[in-house]
């Protein structure tokens, strides 16, 4: 069933998302574990590059780990929604970990065998709980006011942008003072008992529900299109992973053309704090724009201001078009996640968030792998306004329609 904010209002806070009835144990709990997906990917592959001696090994395996995640977690979301997260969640927690262990013990051994370290990567990959999309699941069921479950969802955005950036930072203490293997098993460790202590919360253990189970939720402004909402929200997401993948990349290159590596981390931390921002601030304000439509200008804002970023006199200049890219980031993949809520039924929430991240993540691996051969035949402002191309075209098919039907915005039609 669902539970009602203690503080509905026309304004509701990031507190009194904190303040609902058992979310703040609930999503920190959760964060715990998650903590790992910033700390296993570093720890990985610095466990098979010093096993092996090679980069090549430790990139193999980190594909393997990353391909598998990716590919196989609307599989896992899948499980969640039919078994539950208790009956799910743990065994493939403890399953994760205990591969997660393996391949540190493997890895800490002389002469580690590479086909063993990358087939326990790609093993570790595929069973990785998605503490993400049921986080947001249950959040969905404890939050029935869409103000406050829109904050919900930009401090969830928010906080795992943050795990990213916090997660590679205790992999560096962590290798300072023992090795790269003990990344591998604190990992375990926080995934694990982040997982216990998420399902064994109140929250989990009474249930997740929605106001109309069975049933997409009503936004203002409509009645959801189940397929069209859920469609729309996985193709900008796509097309925002996209975006980011090349841009991390270009960055690099144009840093390398003006002799200045050193605007790099400035770069990566300029978007990281932009979208930390942004993501804020979209929670704070009270949108009246319906989801679908703030999803496709968000997508198309993010995509303009990159390809204004190629054209950059100085790698500084462009550390302030990413930061200003970054205010879109997190607010598109905020919107994403609420307009895949939107779309469906209370059995399917876990999944929809699933394939929004998957769309995501599958964009962002992709474009890496572009971008790199793009920058060797093109030049680099040319580079920029392709990796930007994406996110305005994903944009631009979405709001186009949605003019084209009095009443209808992309994937809402009008109430009956």
């Known amino acids: 069933m ?3 904010s203690p503080a509905h209002s026309p304004a509701p806070t990031y507190a009194a998302v904190l303040r609902t009835p058992h979310a703040g144990r609930a999503f920190g709990s ?5 903590l790992s997906y910033g700390t296993a990917p570093l720890s990985l592959i610095l466990s098979v590059k010093d096993a092996t001696g090679s980069y090549a090994v430790a990139g193999t395996a980190m594909a393997a780990f990353g391909l598998a995640g990716v590919l196989l977690s609307p599989a896992r979301a899948a499980l969640v929604d039919r078994l539950g997260p208790r009956r799910a969640l743990v065994p493939l927690a403890a399953a994760y970990a205990l591969l997660l262990v393996a391949l540190a013990v493997a890895a800490a051994r002389p002469a580690a065998p590479a086909g063993v370290l990358v087939a326990l990567a790609a093993a570790s990959g595929c069973l990785v709980p998605p503490l993400g999309p049921v ?3 249950l959040l969905s069921g404890l939050l029935s006011d869409r103000d406050l479950l829109r904050r919900a969802y930009s401090l969830d955005t928010v906080a795992e942008e943050l795990l990213f ?3 590679p930072l205790l992999v560096g203490l962590l290798v300072r003072y023992a090795s790269a293997p003990a990344g591998l098993v604190v990992s375990a460790g926080l995934v694990l008992t982040g997982t216990l202590a998420f399902v064994t919360s109140p929250a989990v253990r009474g249930g997740t529900g929605a106001p109309r189970p069975g049933a997409p939720r009503r936004a203002a402004g409509g009645r959801i ?4 909402g859920l469609l729309r929200a996985v193709g900008v ?4 992973g996209m975006c980011l993948g090349a841009v991390e990349l270009l960055v690099i290159a144009f840093a390398d053309a003006h002799q200045r590596p050193g605007a790099v981390p400035w770069a990566a931390a300029a978007l990281s704090a932009g979208s930390a921002v942004g993501g804020l601030v979209h929670g704070a304000v009270p949108w009246r724009v319906p989801t679908g439509v703030r999803l496709s ?3 198309l804002g993010l995509g303009t201001v990159l390809a204004a970023a190629g054209l950059s006199p100085h790698p500084y200049a462009l550390v302030g078009w990413v930061a200003l890219g970054g205010l879109f980031v997190a607010p598109a993949i905020t919107s994403a ?3 895949a809520d939107e779309s469906v039924g209370e059995e399917r929430r876990t999944r929809a968030g699933a394939w929004v991240n998957t769309a995501f993540n599958a964009g962002t691996t992709a474009a890496t792998a572009g971008a790199g051969l793009l920058v060797e035949r093109l030049p680099l402002p040319l580079c920029f306004a392709l990796a930007a191309l994406p996110a305005v075209l994903a944009a631009a098919g979405t709001l186009v329609p949605a003019r084209r039907r009095p009443g209808s915005v992309g994937g809402v039609e009008p109430p009956e």
């Not at 959760?30 to 998650?34: D, K, N, V, Y």
């Open 237 to 240: 997401a796509a097309a925002v």
């Open 30 to 34: 959760a964060l715990l574990g998650r």
């Open 225 to 228: 299109v189940p397929g069209a």
């Open 337 to 339: 996640y609420l307009l």
């Open 165 to 167: 950036v916090t997660g």
């Open 2 to 4: 669902s539970v009602s």
């Open 135 to 137: 986080t947001r699941a």
């Open 297 to 299: 200008v968000l997508a």
